[in-house]
């Protein structure tokens, strides 16, 4: 093998070697999980969409400001025309009459010059409607944020336990290593041997499964976040800056306001209609007749003029309609009055949660500090032969259990804390 081979060799060599600790090195966090998550959600690609769409009627009714144009043509038969000889007879002259096959062709031209404010205001709304349908999919995409918390904290009590139950292994071998040599000397029965090989087995079967539960919380994961994770992947354990009396900011509240302003330009928008409108109209056009009822020929002609439209009486339809979107507002008030009703209650019962494990982590510490106190004892005591292995393993049960019930109410505690950021509004991770 010439040097340049051996070289590529070894830099190919330390490429996957980097690789390979970098997989094994990732670590992933719940703000990433929040955005991605999102992201990954089929319906949040229907934020551009209605975004657009919105600028799209928002135009067409902008529209409404410049001249519209339109070509017109017409054939018709008269069944009786106009006789001016019959009515006004002129001895030695004959008046034509129109004929009775008429045809008329034209170009009609109207340009908008005052509408009281309807085309702004149908502008605005449009617009509000879009803001209503987008904040509406934030609302919905805000509940994946609780999707991800459930997920999230079940594979970190996963890891965490595993990390557990490894040092619990690691710690019950070498009581087992001291066990065979006391055996040898007689100090313990084989029995005692057996006794702590089939905790040892039993211990090994728990970290068998709760493998398997870690790679299966993953799998799932990846669907949310739409990510590709190994399975050595680790969860970052989130640092929590919980502020109770910090204000409410849930998307739900800005969704409220947009529907309110929705009734509020609707009753502009039926105030405008109440006002009169002015328009411009021109016609160019070429028929048989053409403006002179006694020229039977086809002609050229044309038509400019202003028109006034004023519907000044509508029997209290727009009074009524105004009324109709009164109620409208007085329904938002309540829906809203209702959610923050809801919101209060599953804010004080987190903070419920929060105080409970946060008083049981103490009792936790302490029971550990005696579970271990205990532990140590038995373990001196097992291997000068003064107990039963059957006790020491009664001991180390009750110490990893009470571990593992730390391990519990600390990944609770956190879980409360993160819910209750979520029914604030204030989660990390926005889109």
């Given at each position: 093998?010439?040097?340049?081979?051996?070289?590529?060799?070894?830099?190919?060599?330390l490429?996957i070697?980097?690789?390979?600790?970098?997989?094994?090195?990732?670590?992933?966090s719940?703000?990433?999980?929040?955005?991605?998550a999102?992201?990954?959600?089929?319906?949040?690609?229907?934020?551009?969409?209605?975004?657009e769409?919105?600028?799209?009627r928002a135009?067409n009714q902008?529209?409404a400001?410049?001249?519209?144009?339109?070509?017109?043509?017409?054939?018709?038969?008269?069944?009786e025309?106009?006789n001016?000889?019959?009515?006004?007879?002129?001895?030695?002259?004959?008046?034509?009459s129109?004929?009775?096959?008429?045809?008329?062709?034209?170009i009609?031209?109207?340009?908008?010059?005052?509408?009281?404010?309807?085309?702004?205001k149908?502008?605005?709304?449009?617009r509000?409607?879009?803001?209503?349908n987008?904040?509406?999919l934030?609302?919905d995409?805000?509940?994946?944020?609780?999707?991800?918390?459930?997920?999230?904290?079940?594979?970190?009590?996963?890891?965490?336990?595993?990390?557990?139950?490894?040092?619990?292994?690691?710690?019950l071998?070498?009581?087992?290593?001291?066990?065979?040599?006391?055996?040898?000397?007689?100090?313990?029965?084989q029995?005692?041997?057996?006794?702590?090989m089939?905790?040892?087995?039993?211990?090994?079967?728990?970290?068998?499964?709760?493998?398997?539960?870690i790679?299966?919380?993953?799998?799932?994961?990846?669907?949310?976040i739409?990510?590709?994770?190994?399975?050595?992947t680790?969860?970052?354990?989130?640092?929590?800056?919980?502020?109770?009396?910090?204000?409410?900011?849930r998307?739900e509240?800005?969704?409220?306001?947009?529907?309110?302003?929705?009734?509020?330009?609707n009753?502009?928008?039926?105030?405008?209609?109440?006002?009169?409108?002015?328009?411009?109209?021109?016609?160019?056009?070429?028929?048989?007749?053409?403006?002179n009822?006694?020229?039977?020929?086809?002609?050229?002609?044309?038509?400019l003029?202003?028109?006034?439209?004023w519907?000044?009486?509508?029997?209290?339809?727009?009074?009524?309609e105004?009324?109709?979107?009164?109620?409208?507002?007085q329904?938002?008030?309540?829906?809203?009055?209702?959610?923050?009703?809801?919101?209060?209650?599953?804010?004080?019962?987190?903070?419920?949660?929060?105080?409970?494990?946060?008083e049981l982590?103490?009792?936790?510490?302490?029971?550990?500090?005696?579970?271990?106190?205990i532990?140590?004892?038995?373990?001196?005591?097992?291997?000068n032969?003064?107990?039963?292995?059957?006790d020491?393993v009664?001991?180390?049960?009750?110490?990893?259990?009470?571990?593992?019930?730390l391990?519990?109410?600390e990944?609770?505690?956190?879980?409360?804390?993160?819910?209750?950021?979520t029914?604030?509004?204030n989660?990390?991770?926005?889109?």
């Amino acid at each position: 093998m010439n040097f340049s081979r051996l070289v590529t060799v070894i830099i190919s060599w330390l490429f996957i070697s980097l690789m390979i600790s970098a997989q094994e090195a990732q670590i992933i966090s719940i703000e990433t999980c929040y955005k991605r998550a999102i992201h990954a959600y089929p319906v949040y690609k229907n934020m551009s969409l209605i975004a657009e769409e919105g600028e799209l009627r928002a135009q067409n009714q902008k529209n409404a400001y410049l001249p519209s144009m339109y070509f017109q043509a017409e054939a018709k038969y008269l069944s009786e025309v106009i006789n001016l000889n019959s009515v006004l007879p002129i001895p030695g002259f004959d008046i034509p009459s129109p004929p009775n096959e008429q045809f008329n062709f034209s170009i009609n031209l109207n340009q908008l010059i005052y509408d009281g404010g309807m085309i702004k205001k149908s502008v605005e709304l449009e617009r509000n409607k879009s803001l209503i349908n987008e904040q509406s999919l934030i609302v919905d995409l805000y509940q994946i944020r609780e999707r991800v918390n459930t997920i999230y904290f079940s594979i970190l009590f996963l890891q965490q336990n595993d990390s557990l139950f490894k040092l619990s292994l690691q710690e019950l071998d070498e009581r087992l290593q001291f066990a065979e040599s006391a055996v040898k000397n007689g100090i313990l029965l084989q029995s005692d041997l057996d006794i702590m090989m089939a905790e040892m087995i039993g211990l090994e079967q728990n970290v068998l499964e709760n493998g398997h539960n870690i790679s299966q919380g993953i799998k799932v994961l990846e669907i949310l976040i739409d990510s590709s994770l190994s399975i050595k992947t680790k969860l970052e354990r989130p640092t929590v800056l919980l502020d109770i009396e910090a204000p409410i900011s849930r998307p739900e509240l800005a969704l409220f306001q947009f529907q309110g302003n929705n009734l509020d330009l609707n009753k502009q928008l039926i105030s405008a209609t109440r006002r009169p409108m002015l328009s411009g109209f021109g016609q160019l056009g070429y028929g048989q007749p053409g403006l002179n009822p006694v020229n039977d020929s086809f002609d050229t002609y044309y038509i400019l003029g202003l028109r006034l439209t004023w519907n000044i009486w509508d029997w209290n339809k727009a009074g009524r309609e105004k009324e109709i979107l009164q109620l409208n507002q007085q329904k938002i008030i309540h829906l809203r009055e209702t959610f923050e009703y809801n919101l209060s209650l599953e804010l004080q019962k987190e903070k419920e949660e929060i105080l409970k494990f946060e008083e049981l982590i103490q009792k936790d510490h302490e029971i550990i500090y005696l579970r271990k106190n205990i532990l140590n004892t038995s373990s001196s005591r097992l291997d000068n032969g003064i107990i039963q292995s059957t006790d020491y393993v009664r001991d180390f049960n009750q110490y990893l259990a009470a571990m593992v019930k730390l391990n519990i109410h600390e990944l609770m505690l956190l879980k409360s804390k993160f819910n209750y950021l979520t029914a604030q509004g204030n989660t990390m991770g926005d889109q």
